[in-house]
């Protein structure tokens, strides 16, 4: 899948996102927004904003920046942003989140919110949280992994050979996200529904360079 691909599916989606995957997706925007919560005051960038579903979420405290490569995604975020008056999202850009223009060590928390099994080169995208994140920091993500057994499982498989068309890979491997040796898995649990998704906290270690 490439980066036109997902500006393609994305703008298709984003019309019925909120009503359909954002729907499915909600416990792991809350548990994600939520640890970073109680972490609060901090440098935070989502990646992946789309539709801003997770922004009224966020601690008054935090400085959220967001980013989205689809400009249609991006448009409905800008709109919920100024309808709800959430003066603590410093800024919504455009971006390609395999090269992120953000200095190194710019963030305390980057928040990754079913983004990963979407973009392309997911392992770029890791060595780029690595890079934005200072040390001791935190990538915290929710995300469907596929399963190696079940009903699903044959769904899953099924349904890869149809990723540029839906927008992601049904069959995402966990390794794509563990892969980067600056970060260390901390937390990790199952989430509803089914756990069908897993959600993630990486920490940012000082000893190892990025790159």
Do not use: C
């Not at 809350?30 to 640890?35: E, S």
């Not at 999202?89 to 928390?109: G, P, Q, V």
């Not at 769904?155 to 049904?170: K, N, Q, V, Y």
């Not at 995402?172 to 529904?193: G, M």
Request: no cysteine; proline share 4%.
């Amino acid at each position: 899948m490439d980066i036109k691909a997902v500006e393609t599916a994305y703008a298709r989606w984003a019309p019925v996102y909120d009503k359909t995957f954002g729907a499915i997706t909600e416990v792991g925007r809350r548990r994600t927004v939520g640890y970073v919560n109680a972490h609060a005051p901090a440098d935070v960038l989502e990646l992946g904003v789309g539709t801003g579903l997770a922004l009224r979420y966020y601690s008054k405290t935090l400085r959220v920046t967001g980013i989205d490569y689809s400009t249609d995604m991006l448009r409905k975020a800008k709109k919920r942003v100024a309808e709800d008056g959430l003066s603590h999202i410093h800024a919504l850009m455009r971006m390609d989140a395999r090269a992120l223009s953000f200095e190194d060590a710019s963030f305390d928390f980057v928040v990754s919110m079913h983004v990963l099994s979407v973009v392309p080169e997911p392992e770029r995208v890791m060595a780029e949280i690595a890079r934005v994140l200072r040390p001791g920091g935190r990538a915290v993500i929710a995300v469907h992994f596929k399963r190696d057994s079940g009903a699903l499982a044959v769904l899953e498989r099924a349904f890869a050979p149809l990723a540029d068309l839906i927008g992601w890979h049904s069959d995402f491997d966990r390794s794509a996200v563990l892969a980067e040796p600056a970060l260390t898995l901390v937390e990790e649990a199952q989430l509803p529904p089914m756990g069908m998704m897993t959600f993630m906290v990486l920490e940012r270690r000082a000893d190892r360079a990025v790159g």
